[in-house]
T-cell receptor
Framework: DAGITQSPRYKITETGRQVTLMCHQTWSHSYMFWYRQDLGHGLRLIYYSAAADITDKGEVPDGYVVSRSKTENFPLTLESATRSQTSVYFCASSWEREDYEQYFGPGTRLTVT | SQQGEEDPQALSIQEGENATMNCSYKTSINNLQWYRQNSGRGLVHLIL?????REKHSGRLRVTLDTSKKSSSLLITASRAADTASYFC???????????FGTGTRLQVFP
């Protein structure tokens, strides 16, 4: 089906473990984004990508790694999960930078114990 | 820090009433967007208004933009219970690749 999907939808992991959250979009959008949503903070940008093999840091990139070898995929890896990374993570995509609207995935709820 | 700040943080109204939410931002923008988030779901784009526009309509939604005051408002007319959600403004903070979201207004519409 067309759209933007995230997997897993729910994940519980232990402190120190590596976790990868997947994001896949079928529109061939150039831009993809990863946000985290925490109570009281709204959405904060972690990383974004303007095209395959082009990524850049957002507001809160520490502790996260991204890659984008294919246009449609934008995985987010927590190299060594910490409790402060417990959050809801949203992936989004958009056609272009100019006058763009972003299309959001359903989110991944991550709990780090 | 957030570029956009919504006001109020929470709003409760009865069905049929109008709901007004405000957004203030800090730096110059090219455009401002409003998004809705239903509980447990991703954000959905509602409307985009450019810096050279003052007002825009989409169905029951009316958005205004005052660049001199660095503020925007979202009006939902004749609200319905299905409008219950959180509403976020997002700005591009000038010519950047990124959107910066506010902390949102939680709207509760009672039947």
């Amino acid at each position: 089906d067309a759209g933007i999907t995230q997997s897993p939808r729910y994940k519980i992991t232990e402190t120190g473990r590596q976790v990868t959250l997947m994001c896949h979009q079928t529109w061939s959008h150039s831009y993809m984004f990863w946000y985290r949503q925490d109570l009281g903070h709204g959405l904060r940008l972690i990383y974004y990508s303007a095209a395959a093999d082009i990524t850049d840091k957002g507001e809160v990139p520490d502790g996260y790694v991204v890659s984008r070898s294919k246009t449609e995929n934008f995985p987010l890896t927590l190299e060594s999960a910490t409790r402060s990374q417990t959050s809801v993570y949203f992936c989004a995509s958009s056609w272009e930078r100019e006058d763009y609207e972003q299309y959001f995935g359903p989110g991944t709820r991550l709990t780090v114990t | 820090s957030q570029q956009g700040e919504e006001d109020p943080q929470a709003l409760s109204i009865q069905e049929g009433e109008n709901a007004t939410m405000n957004c203030s931002y800090k730096t110059s923008i090219n455009n401002l967007q409003w998004y809705r988030q239903n509980s447990g779901r991703g954000l959905v784009h509602l409307i985009l208004i450019r810096s050279n526009e003052r007002e825009k309509h989409s169905g029951r939604l009316r958005v205004t933009l005052d660049t001199s005051k660095k503020s925007s408002s979202l009006l939902i007319t004749a609200s319905r219970a299905a409008d219950t959600a959180s509403y976020f403004c997002a700005t591009d903070a000038g010519r950047t690749d990124k959107l910066i979201f506010g902390t949102g207004t939680r709207l509760q519409v009672f039947p």
